[in-house]
Every structure is written in C-alpha cells, then in structure tokens.
C-alpha cells in the first residue's frame, strides 16, 4: 500500500511496525449543523479505515469532539443553554448524520471537555518551563518560525494565503505564538486551577493530548482536512516535542475540501450548506457515490446537477446489486471472468485510496451482473464481488 504523506510531500509504502494501528482523526466543533465538509472529510477518513482493516489490519479509531471553544460558548449563550448541553445536541447530530453516510464509528470518542485538567497540567509545566508566557488576553506557547514546517515543508510566510499574524492573532511576541489557556468568554463554561487563572483551554493542545493519551506514541495515521495543516496540525507536533512525547506521528494524510465554481465553501461567508439540506434532495448513499467519485485529495466541486446525476447512477448500478446480492456469496477470486476485478480493486485502493478508479470497476461489475440476471446463471461470485465494495467503499449498505 503507498499513502500520500503529507510530511514528505510524495507516496510513500505503508509498512507499519505492528498489525495493531492507531489511527486519529480531528472531529468537528460542534457548534452547528452538520455539513459538507463534515461528508467529505470522514467519508475519506472511513474508507482508509475500511480498506486497512480489509488488508487484515486491526484498527483503533480515535475521533474528539471540540465541545470547547469560542464558537460553543458563543452560540450556547444565543440559545440559551448550558455549553455542554449545547454540544451534546450538535454531537448526536452529528453521529447520526454520519451513520446516514454508512461511516463507522470510532473506537472512542473524546471530548475537549474530559480533558481541561490534562490540558491546564500541561499548560502549567509549558509555563513554569518559560517555554509559554501570560497576557490579560491568556497563556500563550512560545513557537519560533523556524519550529514550524514538520508538515508544510517550506517558508512559513510564503506557503499561507494569509500571514500568520491572520491566522491566530492576539496580543502575543510573535505571531507564530499560540493560544494554551484563554480567558473566560461569556455563556462558556469557566475552570479553575492551581497555578493558573480562570479561564478555558486552548484548541492546539487538546488533540495532543487527546490522541496520545488513547493511543500509543507514534500515531500510525493522522488525518484531517488541508485547512488543518496550518496551524493546527503544524502546532500539534511542536506541543508533542515540547511535552516529551517524542515522535508524534509517522504518516499524516489530510483530505481536500468542498468548493463551489468561486473556490473552497467558506463557513466564514456563510456558505456551509448543511446534509439537512443536501438530504431534502440527494439520499445519503448517493451523497457518499458522489464523494467516492472525486479522489479524497481533491478539492471536490459542489453543485446540485453534480449529486443528482450521483443519485441517479448511485440508484441505477444499486438495481443489479441488490438483485444479485440475495444469493449466497462465493469467493469472486474463483470466477475466471470477474477475478481480475479483485485485483484491480486492490491496486487501486492501494495506490493512495483511488476510489474514481473503483468506481470504474463497479460499473464493469455492473455490466457483467446485468448479463447474468438476464442469463440467470452463477450468481454467487458477483454477490462476493458486491460484497467486497459493499466492506471496502460503504456502498450498497
């Protein structure tokens, strides 16, 4: 198998140390509804996860929930309601739009919240050390340019869109420096510890402590969207070098985002279209052929004519398995006409997940399972077959 490693910028073999993997994905903030970008990040994620566990690996799958920030504090206030009571609805909601996807669930789910303690200790060590400092507006970690890079590979200032002092601003010695423990923020939960003054954590040190107190040091995969690299995942490794966890992650592998004809769906123009939404019109299976249909790397373009057409095929190559799939499977590998499609699938989704490619093979499995309904012969293979795509892609669930 080869993955795209975003630290090394290039394919590279996947040749782990132990059939035993940790895997850790970034969750969402859960503040709001459900969303595209939701669809595409963790349907990505869920395939590499099927796929490796069809490769005979056993997975642990990590997922946090960031039920504490800015953005919770402020709309829980708007709604009324307790912070955490708050996120527990968007987190269900969540869950429940992905399971309408066919995503599997994570091994364990973590939440900000079950960790501020871990998160204050750390901030306290980080600030007894000189190694983060204290404003009026929070606790900040010291980070020199030159510490940044791990994943972008490059000049900090000329690979960002927006200089950095953008991208995580406040009153800090320099705008490479980031947020530990921040102050309290009305309509948010307030914690108090020994050493520090009231307040609430950061983002960047939760997923750090997080992944390494579920899973064992190094991570084998870490995933998130490209607009995580920076600062987030960058800040994630300097907090792990920092804390003493040493190497933190052997691959990192980051999805592309949803964009319309104007570049990427911007939640801060409003533009986050909600699964509510998109399941008024488009079923969720469809929804996951259409993402299926662009490589997880891809910017993958939204537009209402590009999910219907999904539907309508997603429907169509659905009528002939389903018919075949009533039948018994029989190992497709003993098929001398369809045994060459195990292979090629196996190619594909080893070469770095290229799901456009199997889909190219569903619909010649699909032309063959037409021919044999009409024949009315050996349909046991092409059952196994559909079963295959239905463990590894999620399709036909």
């Known amino acids: 198998m080869k ?28 503040y709001s509804d459900t969303h595209l970008g939701h669809a595409k990040s963790y349907v990505s994620f869920d395939i590499l996860k099927r796929w490796l566990v069809y490769r005979g ?19 829980s206030s708007k709604e009324g309601m307790d912070e955490l009571s708050f996120t527990k609805k968007y987190e269900t909601e969540f869950l429940d739009k ?14 900000a919240s079950d960790f501020v303690e871990k998160i204050a200790k750390e901030t306290k060590k980080l600030l007894d050390l000189g ?14 340019e030159e510490e940044h890079g791990m994943l972008l590979g490059v000049n900090l200032e000329e690979s960002l869109a927006e ?19 921040g102050p309290p923020i009305y309509g948010g939960n307030v914690w108090e510890f020994a050493g520090l003054p009231a307040g609430r954590p950061g983002w960047h040190l939760e997923c750090t402590l997080m992944s390494s107190s579920e899973l064992d040091m190094p991570i084998d995969i870490h995933w998130g969207g490209v607009d995580l690299i920076y600062p987030h995942h960058e800040t994630e490794i300097i907090l792990a070098n920092k804390i003493g966890l040493g190497n933190y992650c052997d691959f990192w592998m980051h999805n592309g985002l ?29 929804l996951r052929f259409y993402l299926l249909s662009h490589h997880y790397r891809e910017f993958t373009p939204y537009s209402p004519e590009g999910l219907l057409e999904a539907c ?11 018919d075949c799939m009533i039948t018994t499977p029989t190992d497709p590998r003993d098929d001398e006409e369809i045994a060459h499609l195990v292979s090629r699938l196996e190619e594909a989704l080893d070469d770095d997940l ?15 399972a037409g021919t044999r309904l009409e024949n009315k012969e050996n349909l046991g293979p092409i059952s196994g077959m559909y079963s295959i795509f239905q463990n590894v892609l999620g399709v036909f669930s």
């Open 3 to 30: 993955f795209y490693n975003t630290a090394t910028g290039k394919k590279e073999d996947f040749v782990p140390n132990s059939k035993n993997l940790g895997l850790y994905i970034c969750g969402p903030t859960v």
């Open 57 to 75: 690996y056993v997975v642990r799958h990590i997922q946090n929930f960031t039920d504490v920030s800015d953005e919770t504090a402020i709309n």
């Open 98 to 111: 992905m399971r309408l996807l066919s995503n599997t669930d994570a091994s364990k789910y973590t939440r």
């Open 131 to 144: 190694e983060a400092y204290q404003t009026e507006e929070g606790i900040f970690l010291r980070i020199k």
């Open 163 to 181: 200089a950095t002092s953008e991208v995580d601003s406040g009153p800090k010695e320099s705008p490479h420096d980031t947020l530990l423990w």
């Open 258 to 286: 949803m964009e319309d004809a104007d570049g990427k769906l911007s939640k801060s123009r409003g533009e986050r279209i909600t699964l509510e939404e998109v399941f008024k019109d488009c079923p969720p299976a469809a």
């Open 312 to 322: 309508q095929e997603g429907e169509r190559l659905g009528v002939n398995a389903v």
């Open 354 to 368: 290229d799901t456009p490619k199997a889909l190219d093979i569903l619909r010649e499995l699909d032309i063959i």
